[in-house]
DNA sequence: ATACAGGTCTTAA
DNA sequence: TTAAGACCTGTA
């Protein structure tokens, strides 16, 4: 058991920015975070975390994991002083974190992401997990299922995924999944791979696209520089930046920000600012 | 009922 | 190279 006092950090935040689909807060107010086979119980009160794994897990993985060894205060310190929508934003998501999740759970969560909102997205990869992935029992005793392998949807008819209620998204997985079970596209070479490599090596992938490529960057290969574009971003972009979003100002940690305008919109937190385009 | 969810692929000019 | 249509499915 591990217990740190951390700066912005918010488990209720991470949970509900739309990144880690596999969390979620238990009714005793603790929280359940499954990472590719990995399983950990983790509880926060003010800005007091425990983490219930063991000393090496927690430096070797964990810490990681929640880029504990970032300075967020930095990157919000760079905000443009004029820029109150944005100043808002990263104020009201001041919690959140990019993690550094499995890439393969990542390439898989986001391909079923497109078109779709994200209770359907949870329920999607609860269903995955539940019929392909491995049933195992975590160290605190809680049943979970394990993130499938590649190899587990590889052999399976284009349409197998329909039943777990993916829709058109079942062939994406399912084809990916052979390819890389081929080794068409190496995983551990991606690992190494600047931004833009990466995200070439992506684009490859049937079903991955501009949005869903960046996506994966940002939240497994922790590319801070991706900036995922899709319909919230585009609509926050042209009511807040006409002229575009100043990315030069921001290089290297924009997706940082299109996080806080995400999550930002996605709660409901700018829809006080969309009142003046009609009125003269 | 119709539109919309953290889009992408296919097809046609 | 760009632009319309199709696409599973649940919810408001």
Known sequence: ??????????????????????????????????????????????????????????????????????????????????????????????????????????IVSFLISQQN?????????????????????????????????????????????MECNLGYRSKYVVRTASAVAKGQVRLENLQQMTYEEAKAELLKLYGVGEKVADCICLFALHHLQAFPVDTHIRQALSNHYRKGFPKKRYHGFEGILQQYIFFYELMGGGVDEVWDSGAG
């Open 1 to 106: 058991m591990i217990t740190r006092q951390l700066e912005h950090f918010s488990l209720a935040q991470i949970c509900e920015s739309g990144q880690c689909f596999r969390m979620r807060v238990r009714e005793d107010g603790a929280y359940q975070i499954l990472s590719g086979s990995r399983f950990l119980l983790a509880e926060q009160r003010g800005d007091e975390c425990t983490f219930y794994c063991d000393e090496e897990d927690f430096e070797a993985f964990w810490k990681q994991y929640f880029s504990l060894d970032e300075n967020y205060s930095y990157y919000i310190a760079q905000i443009h002083e004029k820029d109150i929508y944005l100043k808002r934003a990263a104020e009201f998501g001041t919690g959140i974190r990019i993690l550094r999740q499995d890439l393969w759970e990542m």
């Open 117 to 161: 909102n994200i209770i359907r997205i949870r329920r999607c990869i609860e269903n995955i997990c539940r019929a392909y992935g491995e049933r195992r029992i975590s160290e605190t005793g809680e049943v979970y299922y394990a993130f499938p392998e590649p190899e587990a949807f590889a052999e399976l008819p284009e349409d197998a995924l």
